[in-house]
């Protein structure tokens, strides 16, 4: 079992600055016009080679409604015809990519995000699950991990029930807060009634995980009623939960400056917020995983944290980190072995370029050797709070110390302040550090003296 979690208020003061999620490394703030498609298909056709697994993640970016705090890649309308239109695009991007890969490829996981998934008829999520099932081999027994992100609003009992059929065993559920001031403020009605409709469904239609996302710093929050929106929460018995800090970056997300910043709460209630988080779910029994995310001890994710299995990829935390990543969709990334690359985060560039026959890469990187040398560290220390260095000096055949000699007088600094715990054998960070462990990446990220931090959100 992993040392439990410390809360340390000097400590976060010293070392909450602002740092990248790393779903990768390199960042996506890395990627260059130099990467298109070209690279993808060489990417591809090594990948066919190999007959690695795959991961497929297909982004829907609509939704019927706006919330004032959201960054994601979407587009609100209320015309649910627009959706046809995208269907076709993607379908063509399905099409040019599965031939570019072999049917022994198995598709581990599967995951749709948005935008809003639901935001689909049950004719066209049956038609696009349809169309990745002629041309990618999903697996038929239930064992794949495919999951689908949720809004409470958009889906009842029958949609939970189709989405069961269509092969989905994970949901993650949006809630973000319960109160309905704060829901007021940014714009996302949503009663407790309506996610426990969903969550029931979930269960009895045997969906194997629950996941729920709650965000704290929002507009007119109190640790108070945060503390009593993570009670409701937690009575729902989620297998896992995404407690994300909200980043207030309107000169970055147009919808968030209908957001009034004389009403976000005071960095001393955020901080109270997230420690009455870590309070309430290590009582409820839940394992702190790391950036922003709990399972129960059962989960698949808490299991392999122990078994130093878990991976970290542009899906999040994942078991499935050895499969090659295909994105499909607007503004979607892949992980093709050390390829990364990005569709156009643009709808109708993305929609004209297949209109066209052509596929949408806009933009991406090739990691060098010292790329995936730090990529293996900081993945790491995001999954296992710690890296062995002998792993590190036989898979790269450096001499650790050596290669980052650098950065040391850092680390020791680190180790002093009681972040983590160095010597000649591994860098541990401890428990007092476990909510910092973005700070202590940063020491090993390359690039990031080079980017805006004014980008970036704080690390907790």
């Not at 689908?148 to 559920?173: C, H, K, Q, Y």
């Not at 970055?252 to 420690?275: T, V």
């Not at 409820?284 to 994710?301: M, R, S, V």
Request: net charge negative; proline share 4%.
């Amino acid at each position: 079992m992993l040392d439990a979690i410390r809360w340390d208020t000097d400590l976060i003061h010293r070392y909450h600055l602002a740092g990248p999620r790393y779903t990768s490394y390199p960042t996506a703030a890395q990627f260059t016009s130099q990467v298109g498609t070209f690279d993808l298909l060489h990417a591809l056709r090594d990948s066919r080679r190999a007959v690695r697994p795959l991961s497929l993640y297909v982004h829907v970016p609509f939704c019927a409604n706006i919330c004032y705090y959201c960054a994601c890649n979407k587009v609100i309308t209320k015309d649910r015809g627009r959706a046809q239109a995208y269907l076709q695009r993607l379908e063509q991007e399905i099409q040019l990519l599965g031939c570019h890969l072999d049917p022994g490829q198995q598709v581990e996981q599967l995951h749709l995000g948005g935008g809003t998934p639901t935001f689909l008829s049950h004719d066209e999520l049956r038609q696009l699950m349809a169309q990745l099932r002629q041309h990618f081999t999903l697996l038929d027994d239930d064992s794949g991990d495919y999951g689908i992100e949720i809004d409470p609003r958009e889906a009842d009992w029958a949609t939970m029930g189709l989405l069961r059929e269509l092969g989905f065993n994970r949901v993650s559920i949006g809630v973000q807060d319960l109160n309905p001031e704060v829901q007021r403020a940014v714009n996302r009605l949503q009663s407790l009634e309506e996610t426990r409709a969903v969550v029931d469904a979930a269960r009895t239609l045997q969906f194997r995980s629950i996941n729920i996302d709650l965000i704290y710093g929002l507009p007119k929050q109190t640790p108070e009623h945060f503390a009593r929106t993570l009670d409701e929460v937690i009575s729902l018995q989620p297998d896992r939960l995404a407690v994300f800090n909200y980043a207030h970056l309107p000169e970055r997300f147009m919808p968030q400056r209908r957001i009034n910043s004389d009403e976000l709460p005071a960095p001393a209630d955020k901080l109270s917020m997230l420690q009455n988080t870590l309070e309430q779910l290590t009582v409820a029994g839940y394992n702190y995983i790391g950036l922003d995310h709990f399972a129960l001890p059962d989960d698949e994710l808490a299991i392999a944290q122990e078994e130093s299995t878990l991976q970290r990829n542009f899906q999040g935390y994942t078991t499935h980190g050895h499969c090659d990543l295909i994105g499909l969709g607007v503004s979607a990334i892949s992980q093709i072995g050390d390829l990364y690359c990005q569709n156009s985060s643009d709808l109708n560039h993305y929609q004209s370029a297949l209109a066209g026959t052509q596929l949408a890469t806009s933009r991406g990187l090739l990691c060098t050797t010292d790329d995936r040398l730090r990529r293996a560290v900081i993945q790491q220390l995001i999954c296992q709070f710690g890296v062995e260095f002998k792993t590190i000096e036989q898979a790269f055949n450096i001499d650790f110390r050596g290669y980052f000699a650098s950065v040391w007088p850092r680390l020791q600094m680190m180790a002093d302040d009681g972040l983590i715990e160095l010597n000649a054998e591994r860098l541990r960070v401890l428990p007092a550090g476990r909510l910092l462990v973005r700070s202590v990446c940063g020491v090993f990220n390359a690039y990031l003296d080079q980017q805006d931090r004014q980008r970036l959100s704080p690390v907790i």
